[in-house]
């Protein structure tokens, strides 16, 4: 089964496989463990005090903002060691240089829409 359909065939087969690996183990990991239920181990930890109300918690949007940002300042650290090096290479350098003032010059337009936004205040 050559062809254009014969890739995704073996696609498909990879999956399929990748997905009884997976799902073997963990039925293997649910058939070997032990299983000793008592209520101290089915009660919920916080950090030795003993549980206080419901588990429903709010939590600000701010942080999950912070997170995104960190990610974004990471994927940017990611993208520059790489370019540290290949700007060495012979015949590199200027074509790397404007590509990465390039990449740089949106992060910075990123971060100065969040700094616009009021997203950076910690208040």
């Not at 073996?10 to 463990?33: E, P, S």
């Not at 942080?63 to 060691?81: G, R």
């Not at 200027?94 to 971060?111: C, N, S």
Request: aromatic letters at 18%; one cysteine or more; hydrophobic letters at 55%.
């Amino acid at each position: 089964m050559g062809g254009y359909f014969g890739s995704y065939t073996l696609v498909f087969a990879l999956l399929v496989i990748g997905v009884g690996i997976v799902a073997g183990a963990l039925t293997a990991n649910r058939l070997l463990r032990p299983t000793r239920p008592t209520v101290e181990k089915l009660t919920t930890y916080e950090c030795g005090v003993d549980p206080v109300g419901e588990g429903w918690a709010q939590s600000q949007i701010r942080y999950y903002v912070f997170t995104y940002l960190y990610v974004v300042f990471a994927v940017d650290a990611v993208f520059l060691f790489p370019w540290a090096m290949v700007f060495a290479a012979p015949g590199y350098g200027m074509t790397t240089l404007v590509e990465m003032f390039v990449f740089l010059g949106f992060i910075a337009l990123g971060i100065l829409y969040a700094w616009k936004k009021r997203v950076l205040t910690w208040t």
